[in-house]
C-alpha cells in the first residue's frame, strides 16, 4: 500500500514538472522558426568563449523580463534567466538592462530569445570563437597591398589586376634635395594603401607596423603556423610577419639615401575617384620630408631589425643601419613639420590628400628612442628617455609614445640598465589608466570601456575602442587582475554588436555589418560584399562628411554609406589595433 502512494506522488511529481515545462516546451518550436529578430537585443554577434563574462544588453523594452538561450542545432532550450532589475540610460537616453548569462558555457551556435519581444542574431560558444575573426583581421592587410596583382588562390571573388606598381614616383618640388631634382623620378613599389585611398604615408603606417610587430612579439608561438593564406605562405617566415615585410619594403624606398631623412608620404595631387586600382594612374609623388614620419620610421626600423633577426638576419642589419641613419637627420632636424597649406604656398602642384599633421615630434622621438635602446642597448637612447614625460596617452597616430613605453615594459627583463624607480612609474601610470578606463563601467548602457566617457566618440572611435583594449591587455599582462582581461573582452563584445547602433563594425563578421564603407577597393566592385576584416570608422558625432546620420547623439553618430568618410572609412592605423586586440585574446586563450 505504501509503495502505491509513493508511485502516485512521483507520478504526480513528475506531471507538475511538466505542466510547469508546458508553456516553454509549446513555445520551444515556434521560437526558433517564428519570434522575428528584434533590434533592441544587443550582443556580441560572433559569439563568446566558454568561460568569459557573457551579457546582452536589451534596450527600451520595460515590460520584458525572461529570457532564453535557444540551441539552433538542438532546437531546444538550454538556459533561462531573468533581466536584471535595475536600469541604466545610454547616452542618448533610452533604457537599457542587462541579460548576464555567463554561467551558461556549454559549446554550441544560439540565439537569445526575450520572451515577447523577439530573438537576437546568433551567436557561437567555443573555445576558438575568435579565430577565424582574428585572420581576417591580418589577411585585410593583404587586400590592401599596393603593386600586387591579387590573385584568385588567395584572394578569391575580390582577385584584382595590379595597380600602382609606383615604379616612377616623382619627386615633389618640395622633397628636393642633393642628387634628388624637382620632376625626377624614383621606384617606391609595394606598400599597403592607407585607408579608403590609395596613397601611403609614413606617419600613419609607422604605428600600424609597430602595433602588428608588437602583437608578434607578446605571442610569437601563436604566430608560428597561424595561415593567412597569402603568397607567401608555407615559407619559414610567420605569415604576419611576411605580411608586414611587404610594407616595410616600401618604407625603405621612402628614406633619402643621401641624408637619411624620410619624404612624409607618396601622393597623388588630389584624391583618385571611386575606381579600381588599376584604373587609377594619375601621377604620384613623393613629398616633403618631415621629422614626425622620420621618428616613426626610425622607431619601426629599430623593432623591425630585432624581430626579423632569426628569419633575415642581412635585413636585420638594413633596416637597423636605416633605424640610426633616419634617428641622425631627425635629432638635426627637430622641427620639421608637416604644415600642408603653407607647402602649397610655396610649390606647385597644391597637395590636398591626407595631412597627417602634427604639432609636436616629442613622442615620436620617445617612441624612436625606446626602440633603439631595447634594440642596441646603447646607454645614448636611454640619456633621451631620462626626463621624458610617462603619464599615460592612449596611442593614436598622433601620439605614440606609450608604443616606445609598451616595448620598454615587454621588454623589462632584459634592460635592467633602466632605473628601477623610473621602470616602477611607467607600469603605475599604465595600471592606473587602466582602472580608469574601467570606472563608471556598470553606469554605462552597454557595459563597455568604450562608454564610460562620451569624448571616446572621436574620429575612427572604434581605433579608440581596440587601442583601449589593449592597454587593459597590457594592464592583466602586468597585474594578472582579471578584470582587466574582462574589460578588453567588454571592448570586443562592443565593436561586434552590443553597442548604441546595433551594428558589427567589421566587414563580413557579423549579421549585421557594414556594406557600403567608404574604401575604393569595395566601391570599385559594388557586385561584390565588402572585402571582410575591416573594422570602419565607428561613430563620431562631429560627421564632418555631411552625409544623413540617423542621430546626432555621440554613440549613435554612424552611418553605413559609402559617402560616410567620417564615420564608416577603413584605415590601416585601425585595423592594427583591432587585430591586435582580436588576435591577443585569442593567443590568451590558448
Known amino acids: 500500500?505504501?509503495?502505491?502512494?509513493r508511485l502516485l506522488k512521483e507520478i504526480k511529481s513528475v506531471l507538475v514538472y511538466v505542466l510547469l515545462l508546458a508553456p516553454w516546451a509549446c513555445k520551444a518550436p515556434e521560437v526558433d522558426k517564428d519570434l522575428p529578430f528584434h533590434e533592441s537585443i544587443r550582443l556580441n554577434q560572433i559569439g563568446f568563449y566558454p568561460d568569459q563574462q557573457k551579457i546582452a544588453v536589451v534596450v527600451d523594452s520595460e515590460n520584458a523580463k525572461d529570457y532564453i538561450i535557444w540551441d539552433i542545432d538542438k532546437r531546444a532550450i538550454v538556459f533561462e534567466g531573468e533581466l536584471t532589475e535595475g536600469v541604466t540610460r545610454t547616452l542618448s537616453g533610452r533604457t537599457s538592462r542587462i541579460a548576464d548569462f555567463s554561467k551558461f558555457s556549454q559549446s554550441g551556435n544560439y540565439v537569445f530569445l526575450l520572451r515577447g519581444v523577439g530573438k537576437s542574431h546568433p551567436f557561437q560558444i567555443r573555445?576558438?570563437?575568435?579565430?577565424?575573426?582574428?585572420?581576417?583581421?591580418?589577411?585585410?592587410?593583404?587586400?590592401?597591398?599596393?603593386?600586387?596583382e591579387m590573385e584568385e588562390a588567395y584572394a578569391g571573388i575580390w582577385a584584382r589586376p595590379l595597380g600602382h606598381p609606383d615604379e616612377e614616383v616623382m619627386i615633389h618640388p618640395s622633397a628636393t634635395s642633393p642628387g634628388r631634382n624637382s620632376g625626377d623620378l624614383i621606384a617606391s613599389p609595394k606598400g599597403w594603401y592607407d585607408a579608403g585611398d590609395y596613397n601611403k604615408y609614413v606617419v600613419n603606417s609607422g604605428i600600424t607596423v609597430g602595433t602588428l610587430l608588437s602583437l608578434f612579439e607578446d605571442h610569437p608561438d601563436y604566430f608560428e603556423n597561424l595561415d593567412l593564406n597569402i603568397p607567401e605562405s608555407g615559407d619559414q617566415v610567420p605569415d604576419l610577419l611576411d605580411e608586414v615585410r611587404w610594407n616595410l619594403d616600401w618604407m625603405l624606398t621612402m628614406q633619402d639615401p643621401a641624408d637619411g631623412g624620410v619624404y612624409h608620404k607618396l601622393t597623388t595631387a588630389k584624391f583618385e575617384g571611386m575606381v579600381a586600382p588599376h584604373l587609377a594612374v594619375s601621377q604620384r609623388y613623393v613629398v616633403a620630408k618631415s621629422t614626425t614620419a622620420t621618428f616613426d620610421f626610425a622607431a619601426v626600423m629599430a623593432q623591425a631589425s630585432r624581430v626579423y633577426k632569426a628569419y633575415f638576419p642581412e635585413e636585420s642589419v638594413t633596416y637597423l643601419k636605416a633605424a640610426e641613419k633616419a634617428w641622425n637627420w631627425a635629432k638635426k632636424n627637430p622641427d620639421v613639420l608637416y604644415r600642408q597649406n603653407e607647402m602649397n604656398d610655396t610649390y606647385d602642384p597644391d597637395v590636398v590628400t591626407g595631412t597627417y599633421g602634427d604639432g609636436s615630434a616629442e613622442d615620436e622621438r620617445i617612441w624612436a628612442a625606446s626602440?633603439?635602446?631595447?634594440?642596441?642597448?646603447?646607454?645614448?637612447?636611454?640619456?633621451?628617455?631620462a626626463g621624458a614625460d610617462q603619464t599615460y596617452k592612449l596611442p593614436s597616430w598622433n601620439q605614440v609614445a606609450w608604443l616606445g613605453y609598451y616595448t620598454l615594459l615587454r621588454h623589462q627583463e632584459n634592460i635592467s640598465l633602466l632605473p628601477k624607480e623610473w621602470m616602477s612609474t611607467l607600469e603605475i601610470n599604465l595600471i592606473s589608466a587602466a582602472r580608469s578606463q574601467l570606472e563608471g563601467l556598470g553606469n554605462t548602457g552597454f557595459r563597455s570601456p568604450m562608454e564610460t566617457n562620451p569624448g571616446n566618440f572621436i574620429w575612427g572611435s572604434n581605433a579608440v575602442a581596440s587601442n583601449q583594449?589593449?592597454?587593459?591587455l597590457y594592464a592583466y599582462r602586468q597585474t594578472k587582475e582579471q578584470v582587466f582581461?574582462?574589460?578588453?573582452?567588454?571592448?570586443?563584445?562592443?565593436?561586434?554588436?552590443?553597442?548604441?547602433?546595433?551594428?558589427?563594425?567589421?566587414?563580413?563578421?557579423?549579421?549585421?555589418?557594414?556594406?557600403?564603407?567608404?574604401h575604393r577597393l569595395a566601391e570599385s566592385r559594388p557586385d561584390l560584399p565588402p572585402l571582410p576584416g575591416y573594422i570602419v570608422g565607428g561613430p563620431n558625432p562631429g560627421q564632418q562628411d555631411g552625409c544623413n546620420y540617423p542621430s546626432s547623439f555621440a554613440d549613435e553618430s554612424y552611418t553605413d554609406e559609402t559617402c560616410s568618410y567620417a564615420s564608416n572609412e577603413i584605415a590601416i592605423n585601425w585595423n592594427a589595433p583591432f587585430a591586435y586586440l582580436a588576435n591577443s585574446l585569442e593567443a590568451l586563450q590558448k
Open 1 to 5: 500500500m505504501q509503495l502505491k502512494i
Open 127 to 148: 573555445a576558438d570563437v575568435n579565430q577565424e575573426l582574428g585572420i581576417a583581421s591580418l589577411k585585410a592587410f593583404y587586400y590592401q597591398r599596393a603593386g600586387m
Open 371 to 385: 626602440e633603439l635602446f631595447v634594440t642596441t642597448h646603447n646607454l645614448s637612447y636611454w640619456d633621451e628617455l
Open 469 to 472: 583594449g589593449i592597454l587593459l
Open 485 to 518: 582581461l574582462s574589460g578588453a573582452l567588454h571592448n570586443l563584445d562592443y565593436i561586434l554588436g552590443r553597442n548604441a547602433t546595433g551594428y558589427s563594425y567589421i566587414t563580413g563578421f557579423g549579421s549585421k555589418t557594414p556594406l557600403h564603407p567608404h
